[in-house]
């Protein structure tokens, strides 16, 4: 069992560049969900997945796209890329919601110039 | 959204105990979660309590809830240097489906 895995682990990004950050997990999880860490705050929820082919925004989503085509996958796009969207991207996944354990992946650390 | 914060850095000594705190604004929380998270790693979920509960025991770990002050502490007895970490505090409404995340504790175990 592998978890939850994420790649890229890094990216530099210029300006209105686009990218995706792609999040896997084997536990046949229900429930996926991306969020962002800044230097300061906790963890901010930027969309979530509750099941393949769904998806739900959640604090801070502006700027970001997602798609879960596959239950095992959930994917994070960046369509232009700014300065702001400098962070640490975290990955998340949990069997459901509710009082069940999110288990995460490592992280991507995303740094646009 | 919720506010959650907690005190950004807390140093002790190895063998001394840590107490890591919390404040949170929604009455409505049903679970309340403490992370861990190591350097360039993901966060681990440590524990969890229920908001009517009042105490959790888990091995070196211990939860303590005052709901009326929505004041949230992790003791971490006997401290090791394997501790040092950042801590989150997390806390779930009732039917949310994500978690509000406190700043982080950055805690340092001094040998």
């Known amino acids: 069992n592998a978890g939850v895995t994420q790649t890229p682990k890094f990216r530099v990004l210029k300006t209105g560049q686009s990218m995706t950050l792609l999040c896997a997990q084997d536990?046949?999880?229900?429930?996926m969900y991306w969020y962002r860490q800044d230097p300061g705050m906790g963890l901010r929820l930027i969309h979530y997945?509750?099941?393949?082919?769904?998806?739900a925004k959640g604090e801070v989503p502006d700027g970001y796209n997602v798609s879960r085509l596959k239950k095992q996958n959930f994917l994070l796009g960046l369509e232009s890329a700014a300065p702001s969207q400098t962070s640490v991207y975290f990955c998340?996944?949990?069997?459901?919601?509710?009082?069940?354990?999110?288990?995460f992946g490592p992280g991507t650390r995303l740094t646009v110039l | 959204g919720e506010d959650v914060e907690q005190s950004l850095f807390l140093s002790v000594r190895e063998g001394d105990s840590s107490v890591i705190n919390c404040t949170y604004t929604d009455s409505s929380s049903t679970y309340l979660y403490w992370y861990k998270q190591e350097p360039g790693a993901g966060l681990q979920l440590l524990t969890y309590?229920?908001?009517?509960?009042d105490m959790k025991q888990d091995q070196r770990l211990t939860v303590l809830l005052n709901k009326k002050d929505k004041h949230l502490s992790l003791r971490i007895a006997d401290t090791q240097t394997g501790d040092s970490a950042i801590y989150f505090c997390a806390e779930r409404g009732i039917g949310a489906n994500n978690l509000f995340f406190g700043t982080g504790t950055r805690l340092t175990v001094i040998p």
């Open positions: 998340a996944s949990s069997a459901r919601g509710g009082r069940d354990t999110q288990y």
């Open positions: 309590i229920f908001s009517n509960m």
């Open positions: 536990m046949n999880h229900e429930y």
């Open positions: 997945s509750v099941g393949e082919g769904t998806t």
